[in-house]
């Protein structure tokens, strides 16, 4: 027998027409803007040193986050004035930042460097990546690579890339390097015995004609997600003896993710993807690995806590709290996913007195009514009323065993209901109370 979480309590809401009702879930983020002492209002990139720092890319430079406290002057340690663009976390834990004007910074828990990589860079850094020799990997807008050793040597790669505009970069591990440009993706050998060797193998033809703003390798699906400007999220599988002809899915269909401009993605600790987008806020997706259906969304934005449609980045911190960034409106938290507030709005004024959940969404009852809330990406809501053989009484507790939903009303006795029926055959029967006919003690 399965065990359900149940729990009573009550509290006031709208009632719920006969239709389903306007239904709204909202989560707490927590904002931290100007007024918190942020840096700059145009956060760019978030990550996170050993020390459970978060540093902040943002439009006035690196800001620093101790928990408590902003910090945003780093003047002694001679760092570039431009903003932050990209960081990535390497390796051996070290902090690489690539700034706007094609600076490069790193901070390896103790103390800054910034790299002097020895060339007239002035594109912005768009992309960062570690190949497997250990080495540090910055893709410029449109003055090709700069390689990073880890003596902090550099070296800039810029023959093979003429006339191409960067976006993102990551690398195969099968000897190639995978570059996301404004007009696809596409596939360059890549020596890691000698970088300096680079050569252009083929474009990706499958891949729309458009900006591929960011490249993800996911270990668990052995695949690759491409974030795109205006043409959502796709599934790469990599043909290691042909990789111009691997594999390309299109996450979502014609209501979800089409025509969406994802800048970046990240994936959580549970195998979720993170998506954040222009002017969609940001999506948490579950896909899966096997067909590429998507299984469960969630749209975060102004409408549900979020507070704002344009954001840059997601990242998960040690701790598992989801940082977000924005452009405008500073840095968003997630603490708590679970902690929500769910609103339902009706001409009506009733009582919630029972709730129980299932791993597919709950049931809430007042008086005379039974409400049924699925959750996740087909989420729907159906009510059931005297119309379904409730009595007109208030409904005071729930229990779910199996497929059959136990209810107890105040004075009319007890109830249960096959949940797995069709709607048209769903009936309530009605288990006359012994309580309400034992004789007086």
């Known amino acids: 027998m399965k065990q359900f979480k149940a729990f009573f309590l009550k509290f006031s809401f709208f009632a719920l027409m006969s239709v389903s009702p306007l239904y709204a879930q909202t989560y707490k983020f927590q904002q931290y803007g100007i007024e918190d002492g942020i840096c700059h209002p145009f956060v760019y990139t978030v990550n996170q040193d050993a020390n459970g720092y978060l540093w902040l890319g943002t439009g006035e430079g690196l800001c620093m986050y101790d928990g408590l406290n902003f910090q945003g ?25 690539g700034h706007n004007d094609g600076s490069i910074t790193m901070y390896d828990g103790k103390a800054f460097h910034v790299i002097d990589h020895g060339a007239e860079i002035t594109s912005t850094i768009n992309g960062i990546a570690e190949d497997p020799e250990g080495r540090i990997v910055f893709a410029t807008q449109n003055q090709g690579l700069i390689i990073i050793n880890k003596e902090l040597e550099s070296m800039v790669i810029a023959d093979p890339f003429n006339r191409k505009l960067i976006s993102s ?38 891949v729309p004609y458009t900006q591929i703003t960011d490249i993800v390798y996911d270990e668990a699906g052995d695949l690759f997600w491409l974030g795109s400007q205006d043409e959502g999220l796709y599934s790469l599988k990599i043909n290691p ?41 940001v999506y948490k997706v579950n896909v899966d690995r096997m067909d590429m259906s998507v299984v469960e969304l969630v749209n975060f934005s102004e409408h549900n806590g979020l507070g704002i449609r344009f954001t840059r980045e997601v990242f998960q911190d040690l701790e598992g709290n989801i940082w977000i960034s924005t452009y405008g409106n500073g840095l968003a938290a997630l603490f708590n ?37 699925e959750t996740g990406m087909r989420g729907s809501t159906r009510n059931y009323t005297s119309s379904n053989g409730l ?51």
């Open 391 to 441: 009595p007109s009484d208030n409904i005071t507790s729930l229990f779910k065993d199996d497929e059959t939903l136990w209810i107890g009303t105040a004075n009319s006795g007890i109830y249960r209901m096959n949940t797995v029926a069709p709607l048209t055959a769903l009936l309530i029967f009605r288990i006359p109370s012994a309580i309400s006919k034992a004789p007086p003690v």
């Open 169 to 206: 970069i990551a690398f195969t591990g099968k000897g190639h390097l995978l570059l996301g440009a404004y007009d696809g993706l596409h596939v360059y050998n890549y020596d890691f015995s000698s970088p300096d060797t680079i050569s252009f193998v083929e474009k990706v033809t499958k």
């Open 73 to 97: 002057d780093f003047t002694a340690d001679s760092l570039p004035s431009a903003f932050v663009k990209k960081s990535f976390k390497d390796s051996e834990g070290n902090l690489w930042f």
């Open 241 to 281: 003896n042909d990789p111009a002809n691997s594999l390309l899915v299109k996450i979502g269909n014609e209501e979800i993710l089409k025509y969406t401009s994802v800048l970046s993605i990240m994936i959580d600790n549970e195998g979720y993807l993170w998506l954040s987008t222009q002017g969609e806020g």
């Open 337 to 373: 996913e679970a902690l929500t507030f769910h609103e339902y709005q009706d001409r009506m004024g009733t009582t919630i007195n029972a709730v129980i959940t299932d791993d597919k969404g709950y049931w809430m009852a007042g008086y005379g009514k039974l409400v049924r809330v």
